[in-house]
């Protein structure tokens, strides 16, 4: 008997040992710091989704807090990360640490509980464009999260329309912006601070452990180049080291450019989950078709075609269609000026000359080239393409232009120079 006491004894001393373990095991709860900074887009909505989808799988989470800096972004993407942080179980408190502006201001009044530094700012949160219809649904927006979350629906509005008047606090004809100190006289912010443990232990949760989530890099560079201003410079750049590349002989600079350019614009925007594979897609299409119309002679459906598929995919792979368009008008206007002085100043160039056309009017022979290619007549050399006429020789070890007097010579055919006209070089196979 006293044996089997014993054991009964040493079981239960067994199991209370256990559960303590287990429970030290488990320790205090975490907080999770997520920030949602820059411009908000697509890109900032994957994260957001992505963190929050990650943090609901996982147990002892007591609160998140989303630490807000932005002068706002896309409409659409805010409204999504609104839903993902009403739609988690998780308690949550967004802490606006500088500003939140514009599609910020919906993040921020998102959470359960609003915090804010004694230097933030908060407000001007009116659509770009601000039409009627926009404005009336991103009002409802506004508004319906504001009561969901028990907070002054009117005074929320009042940042984004400015024919909202309150008294006291905004006159009509202006949006209202709310310093820290005001936001929280009036209600809308619960506690200033930007010190973790002070607002922690505000809300209760002063025995949490604080953990930092990091953006990725992918994140973090898909943000910065899809902003609507890099997007430009990167097209910018695109479309002049294109030019660069056409206007000069071989692939070097130009080509690298171009390359680097439109590579970073398709895969930013991309990566932001602005396009899809779509628009890089037709806009290679495009070039292809480009490429074909510059070996055949004339311009026809290749060009056309070519030109409407560069055009549509650089435009998709932007979601705003109306600074895609800006974007687009931006480097076209740059790309045309630098193709001009280059031509312009490819008259004292050894390598454009070979592909631009001299001309002077001479009263006794008429509108001829200042370079007739005469001394060319009688010589050979070799087919670089096949020429179905128009092709490229190669003489002497220089590069020309050239048309088959037969109709078409096959490449690395040897050739030879039988007549010329002006610029133009016409050749028979040997």
Known sequence: MKNIRFLAFLTIVFVIFMSSGSANAQGPGKVYVVPIQGEINRATHNYVRDVVNELNNESGVEAIIFEIDTYGGVV???IKIKDVIIGTNIPTITLVNNKAASAGVLVTIAGEHIAMSENAVIGSAETIPNTEKILSMWRGVLRDTAQYRGRDALLVESMADSDISIDGVVDSGKLLNLTAQEAYELGLA???????NVILEYFGYEASQ????EEGLQV????YISNPYISTLLLTLGFVGLVLEILTPGFGLGGTISLMGFGLYFGGNILAGNSNWTSLILFVVGLGLLVIEGVVPGFGLPGIGGLIFVLAGTVLAMQDLAAAVLSLSIAIIVTTLVAVV????????????RIILSNKLDSERGYLS?????DLMGKEGTALSELRPSGFIVIDGEKYDALAETGYIPENSNVKVVKVEGSKIFVRRI
């Open 76 to 78: 659409d993407e805010a």
């Open 190 to 196: 619960d506690i200033l601070s930007s010190d973790y």
């Open 210 to 213: 604080v953990e930092v989530m």
């Open 220 to 223: 973090k560079l898909s943000k």
């Open 342 to 353: 280059m031509v312009k100043h490819g008259y004292k160039s050894k390598f454009l000359n």
């Open 370 to 374: 200042t370079n007739t290619m005469s």
